[in-house]
Each structure stands twice: as C-alpha cells, then as structure tokens.
C-alpha cells in the first residue's frame, strides 16, 4: 500500500506510520509517542475492563490520570504542528 501526496515521495504504510510522530524538523518527538502509547493502554483497560469481574478493575483516578496525560500530548503535539515556525536567523 502506498500513499502519494501532492508534492511528496510516495511512502509504504511503514513509513508513513514513523512519519506521524516526527516533529516539524523530521525528528522523533516524545509527545506523539506518549499519547499514543497512553492512547493504547486506555484501549487496552477498557477492553480488558469489559471481560473482567467488577472487583478487578483498576482505580478510576488512575484511569483518568492516564487520559489526561494523553489527551496533553496529543494536545501540545497539535499546537506544535500548526503554531508558526520560528526563524534561527532572527
């Protein structure tokens, strides 16, 4: 599967994948990544919430401090890739 975009090198899933978590300067940022993984564990605690016994859930202030920090780096990695690019030169 590849995917073309207007001006740019097609690129495989893989590497689009990588793609979503590089900063503006083409390195990997730590905000995508914590979100995501944040993002995965909160998938992961509802899931498993849904086949398991009321008495073995974790604590709700925990699932809810897992949610904040998500949606924070989801949060900061937006305004990251829309706020404007400062120059080095000024």
Same mark, same amino acid.
């Given at each position: 599967m590849?995917i073309?975009?207007?001006?740019q090198?097609?690129?495989?899933?893989?590497?689009?994948?990588?793609?979503?978590?590089?900063?503006?300067?083409?390195?990997i940022?730590?905000?995508?990544?914590? $979100?995501?993984i944040? $993002?995965?564990?909160?998938?992961?605690?509802?899931?498993?919430?849904s086949?398991?016994?009321?008495?073995?859930?974790?604590a $709700?202030?925990?699932v809810? $401090?897992?949610m904040?920090?998500?949606?924070?780096?989801?949060?900061?990695d937006?305004l990251?890739?829309?706020?404007p690019?400062?120059?080095?030169?000024?």
């Open positions: 590849f073309k975009l207007k001006n090198k097609s690129m495989n899933f893989k590497e689009w994948i990588i793609d979503l978590f590089k900063d503006e300067r083409g390195a940022s730590i905000k995508p990544v914590v $979100a995501f944040g $993002a995965l564990f909160l998938c992961g605690t509802m899931l498993a919430n086949f398991s016994e009321e008495h073995f859930k974790p $709700a202030e925990l809810n $401090a897992v904040i920090i998500t949606a924070i780096g989801m949060g900061a937006s990251d890739k829309f706020s690019k400062k120059d080095k030169d000024a």
